[in-house]
Each structure stands twice: as structure tokens, then as C-alpha cells.
């Protein structure tokens, strides 16, 4: 379903959303803090965003659907850098104070304005195709674990590991240059539990004695994240009765996978039957989610992703620590995994 229309608050938020949510739950400043000068955190994480600019730079000069790449991808690099300079000095100029959403945005504008849309499309096309011919190998492995528990317990495993193939973390980006990212040692790598956040037992557990009516699930990464994580974490969803809501952003950010990127990814992926490795799909509908960031905001969705998501018992939102900043925040490990249960 595609969406045009004017973004709402995501339907299952609790209370106000102009008080009682906060769409970036790092503080990053204090009442007490002095507006105009930076505090610890935010130079923390502007820092972060300066040393991911070489590496999207570098993407942007690539792009073959840009002409005069190289010298718009200088201007990028130059320009979006002396916003971030500018907001260390004082961070109330671009509509800060600074936060994640904001830097993200601002990235973007600049991006946009120099004409580029979609920066990581070429490594996207490549690890979705790479991540289709092995998603039938990895349904196959996960529906041979007979134990219910243990299923879904390495379909989770899968969505974490999947979701290191992010790019908008300088670490992973310089890691994924040099040596690409295999899936499988990825599932067999991930930190040992228990993770920084761990609810997967109590999650095991209601999964083993109960069936949800309706998951909204917001996708987040191309290639081994949406297509060896989610969709086989979805369809074993579909197989157990429940109707599934894929929410994919509206606009390309970073290596996500965007709207018509999944509608065209399942559709390869569905068998002559129309069905995903055997399973019955026609419960399972795409939404755009009205997002053109890499990071979630819920008070501001699509109406129809708001919509849809109405009556849903079961709402999944997918993430690991890829950042030391947050595994400071935390206090875990780089690269942990955060497994939120909570049953409302």
C-alpha cells in the first residue's frame, strides 16, 4: 500500500504522545543543561555521525545515476560537515538541539538537495540478491527443528544476525568493504547470552502456548536482515494463523530496504503457487510506513500503516547495539542484542 498522505501518531502508543513518548530514548540533555553549548552526549554522537561521513562520501561518489558524482559528493562532505561543526559550537542552530533523528535528517537533506536519492542502491541490489539464493536453505534448516521453542528461539537468532548488515555504522561499513558478511557465521557469532536486554525466554515461552491475531513488523536493512531474519521469523508467523504487517520506509536511508524494494523482493521470492517456501501468503500485506529515516519515530506513521496496525496484538521492532555509544548507554557489548519482551 503505498502512502501520501500526512503522518499520525502509530495507533498502539500509550498515552499522549506529545508526553509520553520519546522517539529518541538517549538523553542527550537535561533541563539544567545550558542551551547554547553542547553537552558530553551530543558532541558524543555528532562525533559519531563526522566519522561516518568518508564512508558515505565514498558511496556517494559512486553513484552512477548522479552526474558530476564525485565533485556533489565532495559538496555533501563539506557541507553536512560544517553543519555538525557548527551545531558542536552551538547547538540550537539547524533546529537543534541534536539528537539521532535530527543529525539522520539533516544527513539526508543534504544528500537530497545534491541530487543524490539512494547512495547504497548498488550494494543493496547485491546483497538482496545474494541473500534470495540462500533464504530457501535457510526456511529449510529452520523448519527442521522440530522443538517449537528452539524454532523460533533460531528464527530470533537470525533476525539479529541479519541485522548486522548495517551500513550506517562506520565500524560495520569499513568491515563490510573489506570482507562482505556471511550469514551463517554471523548467527553462529552473535554474543553470547544473556544479552544487554534478554527477554527471549518469557518470549519462548508465550510463543509456545499462544498464537497472535495480527505482528506489525518494522523492517529495518536490505539483503540478509529482511530476507534471512524477517521473513522467515514472518512466514513462520503466517504458518501459525497470524496476519503479518511488513512496515518498510517510504523513502531510500542508508541500506534499508524501502516499500517497492520489498514488494518486488517477495514477489521474486514467492513460489509459482504464490506461496513463500510452501506457505501460504495471503495474509501477509506490505505497508509503507511513511518513514524516510534509518532510525523509527512512532509519533509520526503512515495512515495507512496506522490503520492496519489498529487491532495488532503483536508489534516487533528490530535492532542490535551497533554503536559503542549505545553500548555505553546500556552497559553491554558492542555488536549485543537487545530482546525487549513487553506484553501489554
Known amino acids: 500500500m503505498e502512502s501520501s498522505s500526512p503522518s499520525v501518531p502509530f495507533p498502539l502508543l500509550q498515552g499522549p504522545v506529545e508526553t509520553a513518548y520519546r522517539a529518541c530514548t538517549i538523553p542527550y540533555r537535561f533541563p539544567s543543561d545550558n542551551p547554547r553549548k553542547a553537552t558530553p552526549v551530543e558532541i558524543q554522537w555528532i562525533d559519531l555521525f563526522l566519522n561516518s561521513v568518508p564512508s558515505f562520501k565514498q558511496r556517494a561518489e559512486n553513484d552512477p545515476t548522479v552526474p558530476d558524482a564525485p565533485a556533489k559528493a565532495e559538496k555533501f562532505a563539506q557541507r553536512y560537515t560544517a553543519m555538525l561543526e557548527e551545531m558542536k559550537k552551538d547547538p540550537e542552530s539547524h533546529g537543534g538541539p541534536p539528537d539521532c533523528i535530527l543529525l539522520c535528517r539533516l544527513r539526508e537533506l543534504v544528500l537530497r538537495e545534491l541530487g543524490f536519492r539512494?547512495?547504497?542502491?548498488?550494494?543493496?541490489?547485491?546483497?538482496?540478491?545474494?541473500?534470495?539464493?540462500?533464504?530457501?536453505?535457510?526456511?529449510?534448516?529452520?523448519?527442521?527443528?522440530?522443538?517449537?521453542?528452539?524454532?523460533?528461539?533460531?528464527?530470533?537468532?537470525?533476525?539479529?544476525?541479519?541485522?548486522?548488515?548495517?551500513?550506517?555504522?562506520?565500524?560495520?561499513?569499513?568491515?563490510?568493504?573489506?570482507?562482505?558478511?556471511?550469514?551463517?557465521?554471523?548467527?553462529?557469532?552473535?554474543?553470547?547470552?544473556?544479552?544487554?536486554?534478554?527477554?527471549?525466554?518469557?518470549?519462548?515461552?508465550?510463543?509456545?502456548?499462544?498464537?497472535?491475531?495480527?505482528?506489525?513488523?518494522?523492517?529495518?536493512?536490505?539483503?540478509?536482515?529482511?530476507?534471512?531474519?524477517?521473513?522467515?521469523?514472518?512466514?513462520?508467523?503466517?504458518?501459525?494463523?497470524?496476519?503479518?504487517?511488513?512496515?518498510?520506509?517510504?523513502?531510500?536511508?542508508?541500506?534499508?530496504?524501502?516499500?517497492p524494494e520489498l514488494v518486488e523482493i517477495i514477489n521474486k521470492l514467492k513460489g509459482a503457487d504464490g506461496k513463500l517456501a510452501g506457505v501460504d501468503t495471503s495474509d501477509l500485506i506490505v505497508a509503507n510506513s511513511g518513514n524516510d529515516l534509518p532510525v523509527i519515530d512512532l509519533s509520526s506513521v503512515s495512515p495507512e500503516l496506522a490503520f492496519m496496525a489498529n487491532d495488532a496484538d503483536l508489534v516487533v521492532l528490530e535492532g542490535m547495539v551497533k554503536h559503542p555509544e549505545v553500548a555505553q548507554f546500556l552497559g553491554g557489548r558492542l555488536y549485543d542484542c537487545v530482546f525487549k519482551f513487553n506484553e501489554a
Do not use: H
Open 118 to 259: 539512494d547512495i547504497f542502491k548498488k550494494v543493496k541490489d547485491e546483497e538482496n540478491a545474494k541473500a534470495m539464493s540462500l533464504f530457501e536453505g535457510v526456511v529449510q534448516r529452520n523448519d527442521e527443528i522440530e522443538d517449537d521453542g528452539k524454532r523460533v528461539e533460531n528464527l530470533v537468532r537470525g533476525i539479529l544476525a541479519g541485522n548486522i548488515f548495517d551500513l550506517g555504522s562506520a565500524q560495520l561499513a569499513e568491515v563490510f568493504a573489506k570482507d562482505g558478511m556471511s550469514f551463517l557465521a554471523s548467527c553462529q557469532n552473535l554474543v553470547s547470552r544473556p544479552w544487554v536486554i534478554d527477554d527471549l525466554d518469557a518470549f519462548v515461552s508465550k510463543w509456545t502456548k499462544k498464537s497472535w491475531e495480527k505482528a506489525v513488523i518494522f523492517v529495518d536493512n536490505s539483503g540478509a536482515d529482511i530476507i534471512l531474519g524477517i521473513l522467515p521469523f514472518a512466514r513462520e508467523l503466517l504458518r501459525r494463523g497470524t496476519k503479518v504487517v511488513l512496515a518498510a520506509n517510504d523513502m531510500p536511508s542508508i541500506n534499508d530496504v524501502t516499500y
